[in-house]
């Protein structure tokens, strides 16, 4: 009998994975021809000086690893990755807080509520072409925004040439268009907020912003830290808006390169795709580091499961808190926390 259920559990087991396999063998393939293999061709080829036909081996020179250190000894190359850290730093501070407080605002129930989310989510739907060709023409020093300006009596401004100012024209332009995305994320998680926990603080005393510190924040915080990390690898590779508004070479003297903009015209626009491939797998190993070392030390938080909080825990009596349920546990005892500390204070 022992063999007989060893042997069908065996079976059982050897039916799961030859599924498992079958399943994942086309995402496999595709990740392995899509991701992995570009990756392996373009170490490959930034070992060569090559213009891009035939094979490297036969129509272009070895020059082993001399493409990488040019590379990064280059100060254009420093600055176009100092360029998109800036940005992505810009980014969160100003999107981040921005996105929360539309969220909250737009989670009320009003009047109008359904357009002004439709207005807000309709810049990131467009196409970077439009977005380009719209902000360069109004950013230009005869366009319509100087023109406002010199009609109430104000200097016009560079917003595009001079390298003060157009870093920040870009980090307006990105905030704009990528706001609505933010939004609509929050939204979602703040849809996932169960209503009975602001109707317990309610009933405790907290008012509307000890509700959405101790509510509603802990609560967003996984969102928070997912749109953050999207955030971040999508300031990284920017490439669309940066080629439209300010094109290859205006963009270096703007102060505006990207690590993407440099590899395009170092490479391609050089004619030395060797180069450029070298520049491409610099941009993924910086990119994958940044990855990783978010996930490690900030996403990984989310799959702990649970929020906890000793001072709450002791004052309420919550001795052992379950995976599934401690998010709303913890968070309706800090608001009723937070209320009760109000009255007594």
């Given at each position: 009998?022992?063999?007989?259920?060893?042997?069908?559990?065996?079976?059982?087991?050897?039916?799961?994975?030859?599924?498992?396999?079958?399943?994942?063998?086309?995402?496999?393939?595709?990740?392995?021809?899509?991701?992995?293999?570009?990756?392996?061709?373009?170490?490959?080829?930034?070992?060569?000086?090559?213009?891009?036909?035939?094979?490297?081996?036969?129509?272009?020179?070895?020059?082993?690893?001399?493409?990488?250190?040019?590379?990064?000894?280059?100060?254009?190359?420093?600055?176009?990755?100092?360029?998109?850290?800036?940005?992505?730093?810009?980014?969160?501070?100003?999107?981040?807080?921005?996105?929360?407080?539309?969220?909250?605002?737009?989670?009320?129930?009003?009047?109008?509520?359904?357009?002004?989310?439709?207005?807000?989510?309709?810049?990131?739907?467009?196409?970077?072409?439009?977005?380009?060709?719209?902000?360069?023409?109004?950013?230009?020093?005869?366009?319509?925004?100087?023109?406002?300006?010199?009609?109430?009596?104000?200097?016009?401004?560079?917003?595009?040439?001079?390298?003060?100012?157009?870093?920040?024209?870009?980090?307006?332009?990105?905030?704009?268009?990528?706001?609505?995305?933010?939004?609509?994320?929050?939204?979602?998680?703040?849809?996932?907020?169960?209503?009975?926990?602001?109707?317990?603080?309610?009933?405790?005393?907290?008012?509307?912003?000890?509700?959405?510190?101790?509510?509603?924040?802990?609560?967003?915080a996984p969102t928070l830290r997912i749109w953050a990390f999207l955030s971040m690898i999508g300031s990284l590779q920017l490439f669309d808006l940066v080629y439209i508004v300010w094109g290859n070479y205006v963009s270096t003297t703007a102060g505006v390169s990207t690590m993407a903009t440099y590899m395009v015209r170092e490479g391609r626009?050089?004619?030395?795709?060797?180069?450029?491939?070298?520049?491409?797998?610099?941009?993924?190993?910086?990119?994958?580091?940044?990855?990783?070392?978010?996930?490690?030390?900030?996403?990984?938080?989310?799959?702990?499961?649970?929020?906890?909080?000793?001072?709450?825990?002791?004052?309420?009596?919550?001795?052992?808190?379950?995976?599934?349920?401690?998010?709303?546990?913890?968070?309706?005892?800090?608001?009723?926390?937070?209320?009760?500390?109000?009255?007594?204070?």
């Amino acid at each position: 009998m022992k063999t007989t259920k060893t042997s069908k559990q065996s079976s059982g087991k050897g039916r799961n994975r030859l599924e498992i396999l079958v399943l994942s063998a086309p995402a496999i393939i595709l990740f392995v021809g899509f991701v992995i293999l570009p990756i392996i061709l373009g170490a490959y080829y930034g070992l060569y000086q090559w213009k891009g036909f035939g094979s490297p081996s036969t129509n272009g020179k070895f020059v082993g690893l001399q493409n990488y250190i040019i590379a990064l000894k280059d100060p254009n190359f420093q600055a176009a990755i100092g360029h998109p850290l800036l940005i992505m730093i810009g980014s969160l501070v100003i999107q981040g807080p921005l996105a929360v407080l539309f969220a909250l605002l737009l989670n009320q129930k009003f009047k109008g509520r359904a357009l002004i989310r439709t207005l807000i989510f309709v810049p990131y739907v467009v196409s970077e072409v439009i977005v380009g060709t719209g902000w360069s023409l109004l950013l230009q020093k005869t366009g319509a925004v100087n023109q406002i300006l010199t009609s109430i009596g104000l200097p016009a401004v560079d917003w595009l040439a001079n390298p003060k100012i157009a870093i920040w024209t870009l980090l307006l332009i990105i905030s704009w268009k990528y706001i609505g995305f933010a939004v609509i994320l929050m939204l979602a998680g703040l849809q996932s907020i169960p209503e009975e926990l602001y109707e317990a603080a309610r009933v405790d005393g907290a008012g509307f912003w000890q509700m959405q510190k101790n509510i509603t924040l802990p609560l967003l915080a996984p969102t928070l830290r997912i749109w953050a990390f999207l955030s971040m690898i999508g300031s990284l590779q920017l490439f669309d808006l940066v080629y439209i508004v300010w094109g290859n070479y205006v963009s270096t003297t703007a102060g505006v390169s990207t690590m993407a903009t440099y590899m395009v015209r170092e490479g391609r626009g050089a004619g030395n795709y060797g180069y450029g491939s070298a520049v491409a797998l610099i941009i993924f190993v910086i990119s994958l580091i940044i990855a990783l070392t978010y996930q490690k030390f900030v996403l990984n938080r989310d799959l702990d499961g649970a929020l906890t909080d000793g001072k709450a825990k002791k004052k309420f009596g919550f001795k052992k808190f379950k995976n599934e349920s401690s998010n709303t546990q913890v968070a309706a005892s800090e608001a009723v926390l937070a209320a009760s500390e109000g009255e007594e204070k």
